[in-house]
């Protein structure tokens, strides 16, 4: 029986082929990404092309949530870079973001037409509210993965449900709940891992 720091440790079985997959798969992932891109990304990247595992998944998110800039282009990046260097760092950003600033500028022509158009605003509202499901389910279905983490489930919920409190209700900067549970995680986890 495997550790749980061999069991996270463990390779993904598969990864793109070369510089033109990575860029087309990142593209192809970007334009699915209406509201926010956590579901498609899990589901792409982990279920259909078994380039990560769901352990390694939620490790590196985490890492590309806690550096500056948009998460999803920051995980673009690190993979990028982990299969290919610094060229595939470059295809997977440009393929993140290449089509999808062409898609953003052609509705925003189209939009400053419709804009007072109360149909439109209700679709937007519509779309919020299936982002915010979309993540939700994402995140569920990700729970699992915390049971192999080096922290136990027990203190990775007790983790969650504390940022979701400080974030969500006291309304706290999330650079505070951060720095400060961040490092309640990075102690614990350095804890388990001491010899």
């Given at each position: 029986m495997s550790s749980p720091s061999e069991a996270l440790a463990a390779p993904a079985a598969a990864r793109p082929e070369n510089l033109t997959d990575l860029f087309v798969s990142f593209t192809l992932l970007a334009l699915q990404g209406f509201g926010g891109v956590l579901a498609v990304v899990q589901r792409e990247l982990v279920e259909n092309k078994r380039w990560m595992t769901k352990e390694e998944f939620v490790e590196e998110w985490a890492v590309a949530q806690i550096m500056p800039g948009p998460n999803v282009v920051n995980l673009a990046i690190t993979l990028g870079s982990r299969w290919f260097g610094w060229r595939g760092a470059l295809a997977a950003l440009a393929g993140l973001l290449t089509a999808p600033l062409l898609v953003v500028l052609a509705l925003a022509l189209v939009y400053a037409n419709f804009a007072d158009n109360p149909h439109v605003s209700g679709a937007l509202r519509?779309?919020?509210?299936?982002?915010?499901?979309?993540?939700?389910?994402?995140?569920?279905?990700?729970?699992?993965?915390?049971?192999?983490?080096?922290?136990?489930?027990?203190?990775?919920?007790?983790?969650?449900?504390?940022?979701?409190?400080?974030?969500?209700?006291?309304?706290?900067?999330?650079?505070?709940?951060?720095?400060?549970?961040?490092?309640?995680?990075?102690?614990?986890?350095?804890?388990?891992?001491?010899p």
């Open positions: 519509g779309m919020g509210a299936v982002a915010a499901g979309l993540i939700t389910a994402t995140g569920l279905k990700l729970l699992p993965a915390l049971q192999r983490n080096v922290m136990g489930l027990p203190l990775c919920t007790a983790l969650g449900i504390a940022s979701f409190v400080a974030i969500a209700l006291l309304k706290l900067p999330l650079a505070w709940v951060l720095g400060v549970l961040g490092a309640v995680g990075c102690i614990a986890a350095w804890r388990k891992l001491a």
